[in-house]
């Protein structure tokens, strides 16, 4: 089976820097992929990580460490429109991988 | 990329009675799915939706109460049939490209 943990909500203020955290359980990996969702809209893809290390997109950074199932999505210079709900998701073995298993969503609320 | 539409973007249902939702992605795509998110909750997938055989249901899900159509490579549909209260939530579609995209949702209501 699989199992994705997150924080339920986090809060920030506008220019800070914010790190999101998602440990995962699987049987099988097969990379991991972080989503933004707003409210009332799709998810959006945001990064993909399925070697270790840091990977770096502008304001949004992901991070994996497949030894501890850990990943991170880090945010810098938070803007109010990053006020978002952000999804961790795992593509499932039982599916050959075509699938994807969802964290419960992290809800960020950026404040001025 | 893909670029998925979903009609209708939201609806309001009597208890009983059954929607079909569309789904129409841009290009060709060799897997379309559909999930489910209820209010305030994240993404449950509810099937894969399979061109040309039937589509492969995730465990607490049947065809009979959600039965799929997936006539060519750009298209699908997902009906909720027999609709009670507890089917009110947003249903997605996503298709595999490059990624994983997803449509716009449909926000269904039951009364």
């Known amino acids: 089976g699989q199992n994705i943990d997150q924080p339920t909500e986090m809060t920030a203020t506008e220019g800070a820097i914010v790190q999101i955290n998602c440990t995962y359980q699987?049987?099988?990996?097969?990379?991991l992929f972080w989503y933004q969702q707003h409210a009332g809209e799709a998810p959006t893809f945001l990064s993909y990580?399925?070697?270790?290390g840091l990977e770096e997109k502008g304001r949004f950074s992901s991070f994996l460490s497949r030894s501890k199932g850990y990943s991170y999505l880090l945010l810098k210079e938070l803007q109010m429109k990053d006020s978002a709900s952000y999804l961790c998701a795992v593509p499932s073995m039982n599916s050959g991988y075509s699938t994807l298993t969802f964290g419960k969503g992290t809800m960020l609320l950026v404040s001025p | 990329s893909a670029v998925i539409s979903q009609k209708p973007s939201r609806d309001i249902c009597q208890r009983g009675t059954s929607l079909t939702i569309q789904c129409q992605v841009d290009s060709q795509v060799t897997m379309m799915f559909w999930y489910r998110q209820q209010p305030g909750q994240s993404l449950t997938l509810i099937a894969t939706a399979n061109q040309g055989s039937e589509a492969t249901y995730e465990s607490g899900f049947v065809i009979d109460k959600f039965p799929i159509s997936r006539p060519n490579l750009t298209f699908s549909t997902l009906t909720v049939s027999n609709m009670s209260p507890e089917d009110s939530s947003i249903y997605l579609c996503?298709?595999?490209?490059?990624?994983?995209?997803f449509g716009p949702g449909t926000r269904l209501t039951v009364l």
């Open positions: 990580n399925v070697l270790d």
């Open positions: 996503s298709a595999s490209a490059d990624t994983q995209y």
């Open positions: 699987t049987s099988g990996f097969n990379g």
